[in-house]
Nanobody, 113 residues
């Protein structure tokens, strides 16, 4: 199983970024996936999750700004992040639990004020 995240970068406050996570080695459409993030000095936290049935949940801190989605044809999960603020600066990880935890490498998101 491999999770390859991309799309991070440096953006000004109020800007947008779209993260992607390409997943291989599983029957993608049968599995839910998540995005986590970890800011310096803080614990890793759940940002958003999407089920195999396209149900979604978000952390309160990102509701209304972030949107998680999936493309079962491309085996890819996305995180659209709008109205970014400095508090969103973190390394973002895509995550899958399938008998064990699988993590992507992480992609850095830096939001300047």
């Amino acid at each position: 199983v491999q999770l390859q995240a991309s799309g991070g970068g440096l953006v000004q406050a109020g800007g947008s970024l779209r993260l992607s996570c390409k997943v291989s080695g599983i029957i993608f459409k049968l599995n839910g996936l998540d995005w986590f993030r970890q800011a310096p000095g803080k614990q890793r936290e759940l940002v958003a999750k999407i089920t195999s049935g396209f149900g979604t949940n978000y952390a309160d801190s990102v509701k209304g700004r972030f949107t998680i989605s999936r493309d079962n044809v491309k085996s890819t999960v996305f995180l659209q992040m709008n109205n970014l603020g400095p508090e969103d600066t973190a390394v973002y990880y895509c995550h899958l639990f399938l008998q064990r935890h699988y993590w992507g490498r992480g992609t850095q998101v830096t939001v300047s004020s």
